[in-house]
């Protein structure tokens, strides 16, 4: 396994640094690789390979891009056309030169009062995602989502999608930290995605029991009503070393990408939970 950090971790440097000032630290940190949220590219295919170029020449890999996909309300709620504009993004992953490309599906249902359960939604949203993943599939890139954004979070959820889609390119962004935003036992969860694993992304939370008083700023809400706020990795509770291991007696061998999101600084986040990533990449032999 190596390692690898999303820009999305950098927080507020992502605009200090632009995305050529954040290939150049991610090579300074000695990261294996980095991921890339493509919006910072504005659907600009020739800055995207000027990225991929620069990446290169600091022997960086672009090992995942991740972007946002909604294909119940995306695109005024016209199916084929957030599939059209999701696949303009695989143009973007293309020209970066990545393998691997997540999406989101949705975060629910908008504006209805019945048939709103995930259930109701699988056919669609399996709809869209395999045929995303077969235009994806021609350019070598394989699709995954990720267990995120509460309404497709759960474990068995995102399985349940996974094989509603039944396309050998398609598969799960496991973050190991997001489970706990459904009040689902991480290791428990990783264990059940662990087969699907096309990327991993490692996050880790603090968390505090709804039964107490709101803790305040940085914190938000669980599905159940406890609350969540970003950890350095190893700082908090989400069992990162066990889901790894986990992980690793799967047989995944890929990227592991730093997901922090917390309220320290985010390069100090980064750097601090690189040190205990590679540690336990060593631990885990």
Known sequence: ???????????????????????????????DAIEILPGCFGGDIEMAKKAREHAAEKGLPIANVSTGADFLNGS?????????????IVDIAAALGTKCMRHDVSSGFSGRSYSIGYDDAL???????????????????????ENHGFFSQDSVRVEKLINTVAHPNFG?????????????????????????AKHVHVKDFHKKSGMEINPGGGWFC??????????????????????????????YDGYLSIEFEGL???????????RNLKRYIEMLG
């Open 1 to 31: 396994m190596k390692t690898c950090v999303s820009t999305y971790s950098y927080g507020h440097y992502n605009n200090d640094l632009g995305i050529f000032g954040l290939i150049d630290k991610t090579a300074e940190l000695g990261i």
């Open 76 to 88: 005024n709620g016209i199916l084929k056309d957030e599939i059209k504009r999701v696949c303009g």
């Open 123 to 145: 056919p669609r949203l399996a709809e869209g995602c395999r045929e995303v993943t077969k235009y994806a599939e021609q350019k070598g890139i394989v699709t995954c989502t």
């Open 172 to 196: 799960a962004l496991v973050d190991l930290g997001n489970f706990l935003c459904a009040d689902e036992e991480p290791t428990m969860a990783v264990g059940r995605m662990a087969p699907y």
């Open 222 to 251: 669980t599905r159940a009503g406890n609350y969540i706020r970003g950890a350095i990795i190893g700082h908090g509770e989400a069992h990162v070393f066990q889901s790894l291991s986990v992980l690793k007696k799967s047989g």
């Open 264 to 274: 320290e600084d985010n390069i100090d986040g980064i750097t601090i939970g690189l």
